[in-house]
DNA sequence: AGCTACATGTAACGAGTTACATGATTAT
DNA sequence: ATAATCATGTAACTCGTTACATGTAGCT
C-alpha cells in the first residue's frame, strides 16, 4: 500500500522515469523508505492502470527509450485522502539485536566485532546525512515548505544515526564490564 | 530467514508453546522483532521439519492440549552459525516520514496534528520501557551475562523512543517557523 | 450475555527479494 | 577489455498480513 503512495510522493510535481525514482529512493530517501528498482517497475505500472500517474514516452538518442511519469489529479487526491489516516509505526525486525540477545551462547569478541562493523557503517551514514544537511539546507530558517519537509525528514535521519553509535558504544561497555562475582 | 533465528534465540534454554512465543514478541520483544501469531505457528512447523526444534505434546485438563517446543543440538549450532555472519541494518520503510515530506500539500495543522499522536505513543512506549528496566534490570553491574543481553536490546528500545520524542518536538518547530519573508 | 485468555490451525493475498534477461553508451 | 550508468521488464519465491475457523474456562 505504502509503496505506492511513497512513489506519488516523490513524483510530486515533477516528472521522473521509473529509473530516476529509483535513483532518488536509493541516494534521498534511504532514511525513510527503501525500495528495490523492481518493485518500483511493479508498481508504477499497477498504479497507471489505477489512474494515479500517467506517462509520456521519450525517445533518447543511444539511449533506451523511457518512460516519464508523472501524477494526475486522482493520484494527488489519493496522496492528500492518504496523508489524513492515522499511521502507525514500522515495524522492527533488527536482526543485530536478536544476535545480541543470544549472544551469551558466543563469545564476547564474535558480538563485539559485529557490533563495531555497524557502528562503522552508522558513523559513515551519519557523516553523508551531515554533509547533505550542511549543502542542501545550509538555512533552515529560510527554506521553503517543501525544502522545510526534507529537511525533517533528514533530521530524521540524522537523530537515528547518532542513537546507533550512542547505543554500539554503550553495548560494548555493558559486554566488557565484569561479570558478577559469585 | 531471520524469523526462525529469533524463534531460536528467544527459546534459548526454555521450553515454549507456540503461544507463549508470541506472547513473548508481543510483551517482551517489541522493540526488536514483531511477528503475528500465524506466523510463529508457521515457522514453528517449518523448523520442526528441519529438525532445528522437537515438540512434546501436553494435555492440559479443561485447556486444548499444547505443544511444548524446544531447540535441538542442530538448531542451536544454526544459531550460532547465524550469529557469526554479518547482518545488514533492517530496512526502513516509515509511513510518518513520507506524510512528513509530501504534508506541503496539506495544511500545517494536519501534519502537526498527526505528530503529536506519534510523539504521545512514543511517551507511552519510552514509560514502559522505563519501568521495564528499573523492574527487571534494577542493577545492571550485577546482571548474569544472559540478563546484560536483554538489557543490552531494551537500551535500545529507551534510545529509540527517545530519538522520537525529541524528532517531534523539532519537526513541529521547524513546520511551525516563519515562512521565509519572499 | 459478552469479553479476555488459552491454544492451534488453514487459506488467500499483498509486499519484498532474488535471479534472469536485454542492450547501448561512457569512462577507466 | 571491463565496469558502471542508463533503462525496462518477467518469473519464481519468501515473508508478512488479514480473514476465517474452532472450542473451553474464567471473569464481569
Given at each position: 500500500?505504502?509503496?505506492?503512495?511513497?512513489?506519488?510522493?516523490?513524483?510530486?510535481?515533477?516528472?521522473?522515469?521509473?529509473?530516476?525514482?529509483?535513483?532518488?529512493?536509493?541516494?534521498?530517501?534511504?532514511?525513510?523508505?527503501?525500495?528495490?528498482?523492481?518493485?518500483?517497475?511493479?508498481?508504477?505500472?499497477?498504479?497507471?492502470?489505477?489512474?494515479?500517474?500517467?506517462?509520456?514516452?521519450?525517445?533518447?538518442?543511444?539511449?533506451?527509450?523511457?518512460?516519464?511519469?508523472?501524477?494526475?489529479?486522482?493520484?494527488?487526491?489519493?496522496?492528500?485522502?492518504?496523508?489524513?489516516?492515522?499511521?502507525?509505526?514500522?515495524?522492527i525486525r533488527e536482526e543485530l539485536l536478536v544476535k545480541v540477545l543470544a549472544?551469551?551462547?558466543?563469545?564476547?569478541?564474535?558480538?563485539?566485532?559485529e557490533?563495531?562493523?555497524r557502528?562503522?557503517?552508522?558513523?559513515?551514514?551519519?557523516?553523508?546525512?551531515?554533509?547533505?544537511?550542511?549543502?542542501?539546507?545550509?538555512?533552515?530558517?529560510?527554506?521553503?515548505?517543501?525544502?522545510?519537509?526534507?529537511?525533517?525528514?533528514?533530521?530524521?535521519?540524522?537523530?537515528?544515526?547518532?542513537?546507533?553509535?550512542?547505543?554500539?558504544?554503550?553495548?560494548?561497555?555493558?559486554?566488557?564490564?565484569?561479570?558478577?562475582?559469585?
Open positions: 500500500m505504502a509503496l505506492a503512495h511513497t512513489i506519488l510522493a516523490t513524483l510530486g510535481n515533477n516528472a521522473l522515469s521509473g529509473y530516476d525514482l529509483w535513483k532518488n529512493f536509493s541516494e534521498c530517501s534511504t532514511h525513510y523508505w527503501q525500495a528495490s528498482q523492481q518493485q518500483i517497475y511493479r508498481e508504477l505500472t499497477k498504479l497507471e492502470k489505477q489512474g494515479a500517474i500517467s506517462f509520456e514516452m521519450v525517445a533518447q538518442a543511444g539511449r533506451p527509450d523511457k518512460k516519464i511519469y508523472k501524477m494526475t489529479n486522482q493520484g494527488k487526491v489519493m496522496l492528500i485522502d492518504w496523508i489524513a489516516e492515522p499511521s502507525s509505526p514500522a515495524a549472544s551469551h551462547l558466543v563469545p564476547v569478541t564474535t558480538i563485539v566485532k557490533i563495531q562493523r557502528q562503522k557503517l552508522h558513523q559513515d551514514n551519519l557523516a553523508a546525512y551531515l554533509t547533505a544537511a550542511t549543502e542542501k539546507f545550509a538555512n533552515p530558517a529560510q527554506l521553503s515548505l517543501e525544502k522545510k519537509c526534507m529537511y525533517i525528514t533528514l533530521r530524521r535521519g540524522i537523530r537515528l544515526e547518532n542513537q546507533w553509535i550512542e547505543w554500539c558504544d554503550e553495548a560494548i561497555a555493558i559486554l566488557q564490564s565484569e561479570p558478577p562475582a559469585n
